[in-house]
């Protein structure tokens, strides 16, 4: 009997190596290598058509057919956009999230939407069939189309889902998947790769779009090795809270459309219900307006969303003020102390500063700077930013408030929620006047501050 080959894997990063190390030299964790009995070699004909095609075919760029393949629906207009529009026939779409995120609830409601136009199949691995059926009975959905089935043996799915051709299938989920040829337990990096591998294949082979679910480690990334990211077409994340019954679904990779695109979901006892005025949850439902609290208009994917900052300002006791940024570089907060020092004539060196952003949104691109800035001086002078007030732009280091992409749709969304002063950098200045808006454009950070 030939002696099984091994290998020695890491569980993180998917680096093979010949021998067991303590560290992982490609990702730098301990004690992730585990060792890993290989398969032997599939032939040749088990790996052809991972892109759809059967047979191989050199052909000029000219010559490929551009008629665009239908989308359909998923029933929620905030999955459809993260999605780029909707759901592409032949796809494969990684769906990762914490535990009771909500992944297998959003996906079942999909599911039984779906399920009264088109063939769909929900594979279960990790539940029973009765399980899954409690919970559409607790959330009222019509289970009389969709089909289902409960197995993790992957070829055998895949022979099953043949017989009866859906157009789309679920499978939840990846970490439960197993191939009868590799002999690694489920949820091993040689299972998760060449599980998710086969999958692709097969719905790109067959024009059946394929969701799976995907785990999380405990810093909230997609477990397994980062080739389950790479090969599928579409990755999005199913973030929320413990304390929050909002869901929050953002793309971060998609070949049919735009990336860091965000949907909002609110959690009910009847399962996801989409959120269609997102802003509306972010802003302040304080009756009173307090000082250091101004609105800013971020851009998350295709659209703007309105979201409350709040910063406080109070002398510190410690020798080494604190600095503390919640949904904000904490690095950037403090490049732009230094900005408000050396122009904006105001010492805060003395002070504890804490900012937040509300909602827990987090916020990565520098349209904030202009909005934290004159959060901070509110607080710190305790004088009171009008509440229908809203205000974005970049500052420089010299000092100069730069333009922001999108500045006008920005100022269009603020108009929509009533807001009527918005204070933005000149180059976003609209060249038509918006009814109900005024609007002070400014050049360096000392007009800024003396709208205040």
Known sequence: MAKAKTAYVCNDCGADFPRWMGQCSECKAWNTISEVRLAAAPSRSARDGYAGATQAQVQTLASVDLSELPRFSSGFNEFDRVLGGGIVPGSATLIGGNPGAGKSTLLLQTMCHMANTMGALYVTGEESLQQVAMRAKRLHLPTDKLKMLSETNVETICQLALKEQPKIMVVDSIQVMHMADIQSAPGSVSQVRESAAYLTRFAKQHQIAILMVGHVTKDGSLAGPKVLEHCVDCSVLLDGSADSRYRTLRGHKNRFGAVNELGIFAMTGQGLKEVSNPSAIFLSRAEEHAAGSVVMVIWEGTRPLLVELQALVDTSPLGNPRR????????????????????????????????????????AETSADLTLLLALVSSFKNRVIPEQTVVFGEVGLSGEIRPVPNGLERITEAAKHGFTRAIVPYGNKPKQVIEGMEVHAVKTLAEALELL
Do not use: E, I, T, Y
């Open 324 to 363: 503390v940024a919640v949904g904000l570089d904490q690095n950037r907060l403090n490049m732009l102390l230094a900005v408000m020092h050396r122009h904006g004539g105001l010492q805060m060196s003395d002070q504890d500063v804490f900012v937040n952003v509300v909602g827990g949104v987090r916020v």
